[in-house]
């Protein structure tokens, strides 16, 4: 059994400088970010699935 902890993907702690970064790599930067956006959106209906789940089985 896995616990929460090994499925959610750790944040990064780097930071960013946007003052040195091109517009291009701006777009790109924004394009990572959407990604991470929808791979969260992706485990909360995952659990979301998962705790309905939980409750029709313990409602039994």
Do not use: G, R, W
Not at 19 to 35: A, F, P, R
Not at 41 to 58: L, M, R, T
Request: aromatic share 8%; no cysteine.
């Amino acid at each position: 059994m896995t616990s929460d902890e090994n499925d959610i993907p750790m944040p990064t702690s780097h930071s960013v400088n946007f003052e040195t970064m091109s517009v291009e790599e701006l777009k790109d930067y924004i394009k990572q970010l959407e990604q991470e956006i929808k791979t969260a959106e992706s485990f909360i209906e995952k659990k979301k699935a998962a705790h309905v789940s939980a409750d029709s089985f313990f409602k039994k």
